[in-house]
């Protein structure tokens, strides 16, 4: 197993797939009674959030807690770190402190990296910038499974602000490495130059797509994006990327909707498709916290004790 | 004043011969020759002391990072005789007071020529000119003009700056960044920030800028330096530029001849810089850009950091990494070990024509009888490893750390006084 999970470029096929199996199991552990294991018991995990993520930090900190191990959440805000102490100063201190691991999500892309070069304990990186957002896309990744049954050839749809969004990047890496085919659909200002060279399909237009797609995953775009002639309008942007009633017609019968949160009603989703059968949304929520526990458990015991 | 005879050196021409330096000048060439104090230089090579077009020594302001001492010293035993000293310090040299308080500071440690380097703008604002000619006037003697870290980007500004400065025989040395392209922009655009997620630095904003400006220098009839050029297209619009009759000339810095974008992928800000390290293919036509002439010469952008600025997430760290004392081993490894330049080359890239272009008369001068005693004498068959402890800057943001570089510096002469001996700086 894996020391820290920076990227999903960290993630091999089997490495890949045995976390999933893992989270399958501590599926279960969560539809019991006593929602608990021993697992972690005396460990410490830290929640090192720079950036408000009430649904992530919450996530990460249901799974730590269902293995028993100490939670302790660091938030910028009202912390030291907003009076500017340094990111390496802090980890100095979680350091000392003897954390064994440390979920961090912090604005600027590559953050968790150098975390990781500075403290000793398992780094999980939890959103870094507009770099990645690898549980993301282990959480989205079996949620397909689940629903789909495999992961191998499935036709995946991603739609939205490419460029700026770290679960695209995590999980075109990982539905690659997992034998799932990848489309990109956006305005091309919002796909980043480079492209190219993922292990995608990148389309202009949703239409065409939707009828060969197995997942459609919806990203957040913000209005502000406008502003900056990302696109003309929000209404424009709805109008040819949003997901609406008739658009999610176009997906074959088993097609399924997909949405990392939180989600902008109206933008790149109606409220009809969000709430429909098909949309897997909260669904996503509750993968969230089995996949954090198979991460935490794999990175904290290196996979070698009995689940339960 | 001590005369000092260096016996056996091997000039950049080939030619093997003793130098007698006595009275700042040399003043015998030949074999055989006696008198001074014997500087044994056999199986050395005596280049014309280095220039460096562009050095940021960060005084006034920044004496946490460097001093004008201290950058001196790095630029003595990194083989220079002289530097020109960035406008872009604390404050800003706009004013013929700032730059003839670096100029004295130069003057003080006495390592080096330190030749000031005045803003074109009020504080590096691109809103109005400072006082180009106050700063030409001054004891100082500004040729030289930059708002170096920022672009001059006013079409309007630049223009006018550009025929500003032909009064008293200036040059505007253009940092080409069209700041709109690059707004939060993190390092070069293209398959490396794609994977990142890192904001892309596009050529597009440097070679626009390069293109309208080499256009406006030639309707003007002015002349016009661009600092650091990093891309492959840079080359190709100065190589137009030269070829329409335009007085354009050009610098690349070594790490731009050495590495590429790939680094960024570790997130270390120590690799960060602007303009950005870019792909292989840039690195190749800076190269042969830098081989062929297009690219007059090799100018570090020194940029001393603090550790607090640099240890930190890639996006807030300062852009910048040091560069006098490892300069001329880049530039062997990059353009020498390839067969791309001859020493002779190195000479004229590293002394002669950034001499030429700063306005700086006493260096780059070929080491005949009668030209000032400005020259490094360097082991060309000896090999170091960069350790950041080990340099004389008081920063320690080397990019090289580990690498083996070609090429030391075994004595630096200004004006016939030893800077370096035996591999040390003297004071």
């Known amino acids: 197993m894996i020391t820290h999970l920076l990227s999903a470029e960290d993630l091999d096929r089997d490495t890949a797939t ?291 | ?133 106050a700063m030409a006037d001054s004891a100082a003697r500004v040729r030289v003009f930059s708002d170096d870290g920022h672009c001059v980007s006013d079409p309007a500004l630049m223009r006018r700056a550009l025929e500003y400065v032909k009064a008293f025989g200036g040059v505007i040395a253009q940092h080409a960044e069209e700041p709109r392209l690059t707004a939060g922009a993190q390092m070069n655009e293209g398959d490396v920030s794609a994977r990142l997620g890192l904001t892309g630095w596009p050529a597009a904003a440097e070679e626009s800028i390069i293109a309208r400006d080499a256009l406006l220098a030639g309707h003007v009839g002015s002349r016009l330096h661009v600092c650091h050029v990093s891309t492959a297209g840079s080359v190709e619009i100065l190589r137009w530029a030269k070829a329409k009759g335009i007085r354009v000339t050009a610098e690349v810095t070594p790490h731009h001849l050495l590495l590429t974008d790939e680094l960024a992928a570790t997130y270390d800000p120590v690799y960060k810089v602007n303009p950005p390290l870019r792909t292989t293919e840039d690195v190749e036509a800076l190269r042969a850009g830098l081989a062929d002439g297009t690219i007059d010469c090799v100018a570090t952008d020194h940029a001393p950091h603090t550790a607090e600025d640099k240890e930190c997430e890639w996006a807030y760290a300062r852009p910048g990494m040091l560069g006098l004392e490892t300069a001329l081993g880049v530039v062997a490894r990059a353009m020498v070990s390839t067969g791309l330049l001859d020493w002779a080359g190195v000479a004229d890239r590293m002394s002669t024509a950034p001499a030429r272009i700063a306005g700086l008369d006493g260096h780059g001068h070929e080491l005949r009888p009668g030209a000032p005693a400005n020259l490094t004498l360097l082991d060309p068959s000896a090999s170091w490893t960069v350790d950041p402890r080990g340099l004389a800057s008081l920063s320690v943001n080397t990019p090289y750390t580990g690498l083996e570089l070609p090429v030391r510096t075994v004595a630096t002469f200004l004006r016939g006084t030893p800077t370096v001996l035996d591999g040390k700086a003297r004071w």
């Open chain 1, 18 to 308: 045995l976390v999933l199996d893992t989270a399958d199991q501590m599926a279960t552990v969560s539809g019991r009674e006593v929602k608990k294991l021993p697992t972690l018991r005396g460990r410490t995990v830290v929640n090192l959030f720079y950036e408000d993520s009430t649904r992530t930090r919450i996530s990460f900190e249901a799974a730590a807690k269902r293995l028993s191990a100490d939670v302790i959440n660091f938030g910028a805000k009202g912390s030291s770190v907003s009076k500017g102490e340094s990111l390496k100063d802090t980890a100095l201190t979680l350091q000392a402190m003897g954390a064994d691991a440390v979920v961090i999500r912090h604005p600027a892309s590559g953050a968790a990296h150098r975390l990781a070069g500075w403290v000793a304990g398992s780094v999980v990186n939890a959103g870094d910038g507009t770099h990645e957002h690898p549980t993301q896309a282990l959480l989205d990744a079996y949620t397909m499974r689940s629903r789909l049954g495999r992961l191998e050839g499935l036709r995946v749809t991603i739609v939205g602000d490419v460029l700026h969004s770290r679960v695209a990047r995590s999980n075109v890496r990982l539905l690659a490495t997992l034998g799932a085919d990848v489309t990109l659909v956006a305005p091309p200002t919002l796909l980043p130059v480079g492209v190219e060279a993922w292990p995608a399909e990148v389309a202009y237009e949703l239409d065409p797509v939707l009828p060969k797609s197995d997942v459609v995953m919806m990203l957040r775009v913000q209005r502000e994006r406008m502003n900056q002639s990302f696109f003309p309008s929000s209404r424009e942007y709805s109008r040819r990327y949003g997901l609406d009633v008739r658009r999610m017609g176009l997906l074959p019968d088993h097609g399924i909707v997909m949405h990392p949160g939180p989600m902008n009603r109206g933008m790149e989703i109606t409220p009809q498709v969000a709430d429909s059968a098909r949309s897997t949304i909260v669904e996503q929520v509750t993968n969230g916290v089995s996949v954090r526990m198979a991460v935490l458990y794999l990175l904290l015991s290196g996979g070698t004790r009995e689940v339960a």
């Open chain 2, 1 to 133: 004043m001590s005369a000092y005879l260096i016996r056996g050196a091997r000039l950049a021409t080939g030619e093997v011969t003793d130098l007698l330096l006595r009275d700042g000048v040399v003043a015998e060439t030949g074999r055989g020759l006696s008198g001074g104090e014997v500087v044994d230089a056999d199986g050395l090579l005596a280049l014309p002391g280095l220039v460096d077009l562009h050095t940021h020594l960060r005084q006034p302001g920044r004496e946490d990072a460097e001093t004008v001492e201290s950058g001196s010293r790095a630029a003595a035993l990194g083989g220079y005789t002289a530097v020109c000293a960035m406008a872009n310090t604390d404050p800003v040299a706009d004013t013929a007071g700032v730059v003839e308080q670096v100029y004295r500071l130069g003057r003080e440690a006495g390592l080096v020529d330190v030749q000031p380097i005045g803003a074109v703008t009020v504080g590096l604002t691109g809103e109005r000119l400072a006082e180009l000619g």
